[in-house]
């Protein structure tokens, strides 16, 4: 039998569930990059800090399709005007989305 060989994660979000997961994946040996936005962040800011979030995991080898969606995500909802709202403005861009489907 072959031992598994831990992956490199990428963990967005570190409230309780995000932190259990983190910590749990550190423990197992995964090489694990961690990403919150805060409470308080306005969209604009996280939009910046993602760009970083994206490069650092791609030097790593890590899989950026949820990173690049969400960066997506934010864009969207910054361009419809929620770039000064809370993080929770995003959520304004995926109800529309979901009323025009």
Do not use: C
């Amino acid at each position: 039998m072959t031992t598994p060989v831990p992956q490199p994660v990428t963990v967005l979000g570190l409230g309780v569930m995000g932190s259990a997961l983190a910590s749990a994946l550190l423990d197992r040996g995964h090489r694990t990059a961690v990403w919150y936005p805060g409470d308080d962040a306005t969209i604009d800011v996280p939009i910046a800090a993602i760009e970083h979030l994206l490069h650092a995991a791609a030097d790593r080898g890590l899989d950026n399709a949820l990173p690049e969606l969400l960066k997506s995500t934010m864009e969207r909802a910054n361009a419809a005007g929620h770039g000064s709202d809370s993080f929770a403005g995003v959520v304004e861009v995926l109800r529309r989305a979901e009323v025009a489907a």
